[in-house]
């Protein structure tokens, strides 16, 4: 499975778009992205897939150039409940296959 | 609710005891996998199953640890001779199929003293 390379924190304040870039050179062409985030305490959650261009949906949005080599979550307007680690995974559909996380990006938002 | 749940949510052992961690995924999801989330760090892929049958277990540290889903659906990891660099949080996840997204359980945070 490719390997992905995040930022491991940034900071932001409430209000502010929030842009986490994700790096995955060696991303195969049945391959998709995935984002998680994880609150303490809490198992992953899912925010978002695609494979490429840009998907949106009620939480995030996802940027995905025509090389597929990176790939950009944006959260809009964050609030102090965005403060979590998101996980950038790349995800190959064989039929068997092993989801591999990274050690993901601390956002860490200010009021 | 309808969610993946895991049982124990907290299990201490002494050092040489056996631990059997629960995990119901949600019902329909042909696919579970188990991770091991050392503090601050990502979840780690321990293994995986489609239906009853075990796909993937290259993640198991040692062959102190083993997993289970006999009929499909609940699943039980089980550490023999727990050791201290056991303690980390268990996460089970389960998903529609191949490839799906992952619905994550709580967790069970097994501490080994």
């Known amino acids: 499975l490719a390997k992905t390379t995040q930022p491991i924190s940034m900071d932001s304040y409430e209000g502010q778009e929030v842009n986490i870039t994700c790096s995955h050179n060696n991303i195969a062409t049945n391959d998709y992205i995935t984002w998680y985030q994880q609150f303490p305490s809490q198992g992953p959650r899912f925010i978002i897939q695609g494979y490429k261009t840009k998907v949106t949906n009620e939480v995030a949005s996802l940027f995905i150039p025509a090389d597929r080599k990176s790939s950009t979550l944006s959260l809009p307007r964050v609030s102090l409940s965005d403060t979590a680690v998101y996980y950038c995974?790349?995800?190959?559909?064989?039929?068997?296959?092993?989801?591999?996380f990274g050690a993901g990006t601390r956002l860490f938002v200010k009021a | 609710g309808a969610g993946v749940s895991q049982s124990p949510r907290y299990k201490v052992a002494k050092r040489g005891q056996d631990v059997a961690l629960r995990c119901d995924p949600i019902?329909?999801?042909?696919?579970l996998f188990w991770y091991q989330q050392a503090l601050g760090q990502g979840p780690e892929f321990l293994t995986y199953?489609?239906?009853?049958?075990?796909?993937?277990k290259s993640g198991l540290p040692s062959d102190r640890f083993f997993a289970e889903r006999p009929e499909g659906s609940v699943s039980t990891l089980k550490i023999q001779r727990t050791q201290q660099e056991d303690s980390a949080v268990y996460l089970c996840?389960?998903?529609?199929?191949?490839?799906?997204?992952?619905?994550f359980g709580p967790g069970t945070r097994l501490t080994v003293l």
């Open positions: 995974l790349v995800v190959t559909n064989t039929g068997g296959f092993k989801t591999i």
């Open positions: 199953f489609q239906n009853e049958a075990q796909l993937d």
């Open positions: 019902s329909g999801h042909v696919s």
């Open positions: 996840a389960s998903s529609l199929g191949g490839g799906e997204n992952e619905f």
